[in-house]
Antibody, heavy 120, light 106 residues
């Protein structure tokens, strides 16, 4: 069974940093392209960024609002995806989901999400 | 960046109704269009991928069509469990979502 479990959310002050983790199981993590998607309270879904598998280059892409502030990385030995968030703004407050195409189709598996609150 | 625009933003309908939600891309995305359903407090669920392919386990009352810039999601006969928010997403370059359509009970 595919499982994605996010952790690391919490309350952080504007300008601060936070690192989210996503522990994956039930599929070959090293072969999967992984993404982060966020959802601000009462708002819609927003794609944050993606990391390809190392065999496909391991490159990253980011949405414009987070480019230069957020960094996605992966540790295939630990089956874990990371999202390093720096220079956080109040508008980064959201539930952050990790998602993958492990089943062969876009974003066919999702974690339960972790809440990040940026507030003074 | 590719912008995705859904309409309507909200919709009231009754059990048994046929419902259509539309999604327009700001440029051609071929058939790289996916639809998701999200219920309150839950992660989204993939319904349709590649514009018209039904994800495994999704009821056949859901269908998708379109290519290029214009797409539709149709629910042929609404069931109580279908009241939720629906999002389209392009996976052409790289990803972006529509703003969502909230489907409510009339």
């Amino acid at each position: 069974e595919v499982q994605l479990v996010e952790s690391g959310g919490g309350l952080v002050k504007p300008g601060g940093s936070l690192r989210l983790s996503c522990a994956a199981s039930g599929f070959t993590f090293s072969n999967a392209w992984m993404s982060w998607v966020r959802q601000a309270p009462g708002k819609g879904l927003e794609w944050v960024g993606r990391i390809k598998s190392k065999t496909d280059g391991g490159t990253t892409d980011y949405a414009a609002p987070v480019k230069g502030r957020f960094t996605i990385s992966r540790d295939d030995s630990k089956n874990t995806l990371y999202l390093q968030m720096n220079s956080l703004k109040t508008e980064d407050t959201a539930v952050y989901y990790c998602t993958t195409d492990a089943g062969g189709n876009p974003f066919d598996y999702w974690g339960q999400g972790t809440l990040v609150t940026v507030s003074s | 960046d590719i912008q995705m625009t859904q309409s309507p933003s909200s919709l009231s309908a009754s059990v048994g109704d046929r419902v259509t939600i539309t999604c327009r891309a700001s440029q051609s995305i071929s058939s790289y269009l996916n639809w998701y359903q999200q219920k309150p407090g839950k992660a989204p669920k993939l319904l349709i991928y590649a514009a018209s392919s039904l994800q495994s386990g999704v009821p056949s009352r859901f269908s998708g069509s379109g290519s290029g810039t214009d797409f539709t999601l149709t629910i042929s006969s609404l069931q109580p469990e279908d009241f939720a928010t629906y999002y389209c997403q392009q996976s052409y370059s790289p990803y972006s979502f529509g703003q969502g359509t909230k489907l409510e009970i009339k």
